[in-house]
């Protein structure tokens, strides 16, 4: 079915399909009826809004009409009796409700959606594609992809993850800040995440920029929840510092461009500042931790004024000591390349090659390796190791990139 | 809410009545239990007799098949509960790690089915 509303309700559901759910939920109480609710809501405005034209308020429109269609469900459900409270709860509010007046009729849920995602009572990598799904908006099937897990299955732990919240008493709500440790460890890990997906989108699209603003508004949100906690500083620069720099990203021909093509005159100075200063505040704290050293390294590279002139050493020594904080074979990938300029590719190359057995089906370590052997002059084992990348190449646009890489050095050499 | 916290231990792991910690840890069981009454939290709690003390039964077919010992053999044995009316699972688990015995073994926290809408 086609209908002249229909490309209008899809924009509408990209960008405001997290916070219209995060509303719903907070409202209902219930994730999967939030959704449901949700999406018949949205059928309702295909027919409608084709009929009369968009409302004056779509959003508050369509949170009205879920509201009436959860109360509906409730009524037509066999568990009627025991949702009887929530049932009163949403009439009240179906009756106070004036779509029209009401200039923002969400206000923000969204962090405590992410904090009842991240409760330490559901497992880590659930309460990532929790957050994925209920917050920022994802399909079952892009969530399924990120995780290289089946749709089907996907759906069925959300489907779980969903029962045990409404099932087991898990608060809606953000803790008290001594319920904070372990839970906000998790809030962190979710949102960079989230921001890495729209940064580098593990499917389809190269840069999926409306995540990365979603998590940057999400890093702000956390940030003025509790000021002062270093960590969060630190993700909140890291975030801002990669972002200052995505315009430079792509190429007109939508390809990848690496950090050593980017036009550096392109970075946003004015992101980068708020950064700093940012940063700057919490390395006071003296507690240095992950997405601080992170993004004192992306500091390094905002302040290089160009590739070569980066100050290598002392991103090598950083990474020393974030692989000391948490032994990690990416880490261990990046200290080899920022290695490979500070003191020699063929140094590097034999790091690398220590560091192999764990990111065997990694791209980025063959694609690292390609490089390096570019570097020695080795053609042959370079175009190997390109063709080995190309193959474990997760996008179209990354596949590409290293196509043309190996067209334009291994043109003549490669075998 | 009403919630369960099944306390699961190894005898092997936890206190013996010879033992020096026996007597710190029964105190710590009552100052636990009084905590979780003047909080209004409690609503029932028992130990149980060790588990050589168990039978299982099943009925089939009509008839009643006893067993010697406990439903699973597992190294960890279910020795007692309590049941807690909470608002929400942070507050149950917040009450669920003052158990001593969370401390040697571990506690299952459940919440109680409500079957007051079947009538």
Request: glycine content about 8%; some cysteine.
């Given at each position: 079915m086609t209908t002249s509303v229909g490309p209008e309700i899809d924009a509408l559901v990209r960008r405001d399909g997290g916070r219209m759910l995060s509303r719903l939920v907070a409202d209902i109480r219930d994730f999967q009826l939030a959704e449901d609710s949700l999406q018949d809501a949205l059928e309702a405005a295909l027919v409608h809004w084709d009929r009369s034209?968009?409302?004056?308020?779509p959003v508050g429109w369509l949170l009205q009409t879920a509201r009436r269609k959860a109360i509906d469900r409730i009524r037509r459900s066999a568990n009627f009796r025991s949702k009887s409270a929530e049932l009163t709860a949403l009439i009240e509010l179906d009756r106070d409700f004036e779509p029209v007046i009401?200039?923002?009729?969400?206000?923000?849920e969204r962090l405590k959606l992410i904090f009842t995602c991240c409760h330490p009572a559901l497992a880590p990598r659930i309460s990532v594609a929790l957050t994925l799904r209920s917050v920022c908006g994802l399909k079952t099937e892009e969530i399924a992809r990120a995780f290289v897990m089946s749709p089907e299955a996907m759906a069925q732990r959300l489907v779980r993850a969903r029962h045990k919240i409404a099932k087991a008493g898990i608060a809606y709500e953000v803790p008290e800040a001594d319920g904070w440790g372990e839970r906000l460890q998790s809030v962190l890990a979710v949102i960079y995440l989230v921001f890495n997906e729209g940064y580098a989108a593990s499917s389809g699209e190269l840069v999926r920029g409306e995540l990365c603003d979603e998590a940057i508004r999400l890093g702000r949100l956390v940030h003025q929840l509790c000021p002062g906690e270093p960590e969060v500083e630190g993700l909140l620069a890291l975030m801002l510092l990669h972002h200052a720099r995505s315009n430079t990203r792509l190429g007109l021909a939508g390809e990848l461009v690496t950090l050593e093509g980017q036009?550096?005159?392109?970075?946003?100075r004015e992101m980068i500042g708020e950064a700093r200063e940012i940063l700057q505040g919490a390395l006071r704290r003296g507690r240095a931790g992950l997405y601080q050293l992170q993004a004192v390294i992306a500091m390094i590279h905002a302040d290089a004024p160009s590739f070569a002139e980066t100050d290598w050493t002392e991103i090598a020594l950083i990474y020393d000591s974030l692989i000391a904080v948490e032994p990690n074979p990416v880490f261990e990938l990046n200290r080899v390349v920022a290695l490979s300029y500070a003191v020699s590719a063929e140094m590097a190359l034999k790091r690398l090659e220590r560091v192999g057995a764990a990111l065997e089906s990694y791209q980025p370590y063959h694609a690292v390796r390609a490089d390096l052997l570019v570097r020695l002059g080795d053609m042959t084992a370079a175009g190997a190791a390109f063709e080995r990348a190309i193959a474990l190449s997760g996008s179209a646009a990354e596949r590409r990139f290293l196509e043309n890489k190996l067209r334009a050095f291994c043109g003549q050499g490669c075998t | 809410m009403k919630y369960m916290a099944l306390i699961y231990g190894a005898p092997e792991d936890s206190p013996t009545p010879e033992s020096e910690e026996f007597g710190p840890f029964m105190e710590a069981y009552a100052a636990a239990s009084e905590r979780f009454e003047k909080d209004g939290v409690l609503v029932a709690g028992e130990g149980l007799e060790d588990d050589s003390t168990a039978t299982t039964l099943r009925v089939r077919n009509g008839k009643v098949e006893t067993m010697d010992g406990p439903f699973a053999e597992s190294?960890?044995?279910?020795?007692g509960f309590y049941i807690f009316e909470c608002a929400n699972l942070d507050e149950a688990l917040r009450y669920a790690a003052m158990i001593p015995s969370a401390t040697y073994g571990a506690v299952e926290v459940r919440p109680v089915s409500d079957y007051s809408d079947l009538e």
């Amino acid at each position: 079915m086609t209908t002249s509303v229909g490309p209008e309700i899809d924009a509408l559901v990209r960008r405001d399909g997290g916070r219209m759910l995060s509303r719903l939920v907070a409202d209902i109480r219930d994730f999967q009826l939030a959704e449901d609710s949700l999406q018949d809501a949205l059928e309702a405005a295909l027919v409608h809004w084709d009929r009369s034209g968009l409302p004056r308020s779509p959003v508050g429109w369509l949170l009205q009409t879920a509201r009436r269609k959860a109360i509906d469900r409730i009524r037509r459900s066999a568990n009627f009796r025991s949702k009887s409270a929530e049932l009163t709860a949403l009439i009240e509010l179906d009756r106070d409700f004036e779509p029209v007046i009401d200039a923002d009729p969400i206000a923000d849920e969204r962090l405590k959606l992410i904090f009842t995602c991240c409760h330490p009572a559901l497992a880590p990598r659930i309460s990532v594609a929790l957050t994925l799904r209920s917050v920022c908006g994802l399909k079952t099937e892009e969530i399924a992809r990120a995780f290289v897990m089946s749709p089907e299955a996907m759906a069925q732990r959300l489907v779980r993850a969903r029962h045990k919240i409404a099932k087991a008493g898990i608060a809606y709500e953000v803790p008290e800040a001594d319920g904070w440790g372990e839970r906000l460890q998790s809030v962190l890990a979710v949102i960079y995440l989230v921001f890495n997906e729209g940064y580098a989108a593990s499917s389809g699209e190269l840069v999926r920029g409306e995540l990365c603003d979603e998590a940057i508004r999400l890093g702000r949100l956390v940030h003025q929840l509790c000021p002062g906690e270093p960590e969060v500083e630190g993700l909140l620069a890291l975030m801002l510092l990669h972002h200052a720099r995505s315009n430079t990203r792509l190429g007109l021909a939508g390809e990848l461009v690496t950090l050593e093509g980017q036009d550096r005159t392109q970075w946003d100075r004015e992101m980068i500042g708020e950064a700093r200063e940012i940063l700057q505040g919490a390395l006071r704290r003296g507690r240095a931790g992950l997405y601080q050293l992170q993004a004192v390294i992306a500091m390094i590279h905002a302040d290089a004024p160009s590739f070569a002139e980066t100050d290598w050493t002392e991103i090598a020594l950083i990474y020393d000591s974030l692989i000391a904080v948490e032994p990690n074979p990416v880490f261990e990938l990046n200290r080899v390349v920022a290695l490979s300029y500070a003191v020699s590719a063929e140094m590097a190359l034999k790091r690398l090659e220590r560091v192999g057995a764990a990111l065997e089906s990694y791209q980025p370590y063959h694609a690292v390796r390609a490089d390096l052997l570019v570097r020695l002059g080795d053609m042959t084992a370079a175009g190997a190791a390109f063709e080995r990348a190309i193959a474990l190449s997760g996008s179209a646009a990354e596949r590409r990139f290293l196509e043309n890489k190996l067209r334009a050095f291994c043109g003549q050499g490669c075998t | 809410m009403k919630y369960m916290a099944l306390i699961y231990g190894a005898p092997e792991d936890s206190p013996t009545p010879e033992s020096e910690e026996f007597g710190p840890f029964m105190e710590a069981y009552a100052a636990a239990s009084e905590r979780f009454e003047k909080d209004g939290v409690l609503v029932a709690g028992e130990g149980l007799e060790d588990d050589s003390t168990a039978t299982t039964l099943r009925v089939r077919n009509g008839k009643v098949e006893t067993m010697d010992g406990p439903f699973a053999e597992s190294k960890e044995q279910l020795g007692g509960f309590y049941i807690f009316e909470c608002a929400n699972l942070d507050e149950a688990l917040r009450y669920a790690a003052m158990i001593p015995s969370a401390t040697y073994g571990a506690v299952e926290v459940r919440p109680v089915s409500d079957y007051s809408d079947l009538e």
